[in-house]
């Protein structure tokens, strides 16, 4: 199969790892990946803060570069963040209607159809749990917002970790409580962000996890960064980046 990357952002400017991880995992099953070098932001950070109509040009041009890759023959498109995923599916057809444009929103709802969080793509259209990875660490999983309630990923990443060689999962408790990013509510409602972090990062400490995952950097981002000023010596770790590892 032939695959569109949608990296994302974040995933461009901050974690290029996790873009790279999720091509790995996918040329080792023996996909094709294009990567749209036109791509931009999807519009969720406008969309997210009220903005939409700047929001509506964003998405005109995420639907205009993906139309493309599906014409020159891609049969999906992926991203490593249930987030941006999330926007995609459950926001950018909405975004266009409000903007007035219903063609746009037919549009995007036809990209939209053919868009993947990474674990949808590999258990639900690909068919895999075992992508041949090699993990040798004790690992918790934390299960994101948009990609649990948005999406409804459901054990899906979890069906990937556990076929991993050498992994110690455990269980993360209260795993379905926000950690507290929430993109600008971290900024907007500083407070309340640090309390759910906290509660977030004592679950994963009483783990006695050596790694922290997930499927979105950016709520890796804000766990691993409280990790890192508690000195604790657990890491983040996206989940393509554990699937991409191997002996």
């Known amino acids: ?60 041009h995420h639907v205009d570069v993906f139309e493309q890759a599906l014409a020159r023959g891609c049969e999906a498109i992926v991203a490593p963040s249930g ?15 409000r903007g007035g444009d219903e063609a746009l929103a037919a549009r995007a709802e036809a990209v939209a159809a053919r868009t993947f969080e990474l674990s949808e793509l590999l258990v639900d259209v690909l068919g895999v749990t075992d992508v041949g990875a090699s993990y040798p660490h004790r690992v918790t999983y ?24 050498g992994i110690d999962l455990v269980e993360l408790s209260a795993a379905d409580v926000c950690c507290g ?8 409602n500083a407070d309340t962000s640090t309390a759910m972090l906290a ?13 922290v995952t997930a499927g979105d950097a950016s709520c890796l981002m804000h766990i691993g960064g409280g990790l890192s000023r508690l000195r604790t010596g657990v890491r983040p770790v996206h989940l393509a980046e554990i699937l991409a590892s191997a002996p």
């Open 199 to 211: 509660d977030k990062m004592s679950a994963v400490l009483a783990t006695d996890a050596e790694v």
């Open 142 to 165: 934390h299960p994101t917002c948009h990609s649990l309630r948005l999406l409804g990923v459901g054990d899906r990443p979890l069906r990937l970790l556990r076929a991993v060689r």
């Open 181 to 188: 990013f929430g993109g600008t509510f971290s900024v907007k």
């Open 83 to 97: 987030s941006c995923v999330g926007s995609v599916r459950h926001q950018h057809a909405a975004v266009a209607r």
């Open 1 to 60: 199969m032939k695959v569109a990357l949608f990296v994302t952002c974040l995933g461009d400017v901050l974690f290029p790892d996790v873009a790279r991880a999720t091509v790995t995992v996918l040329e080792r099953l023996g996909h094709e990946v294009d990567f749209p070098v036109a791509q931009t932001c999807c519009g969720q950070m406008h969309t997210n803060t009220g903005y939409q109509h700047d929001a509506v040009d964003l998405v005109r």
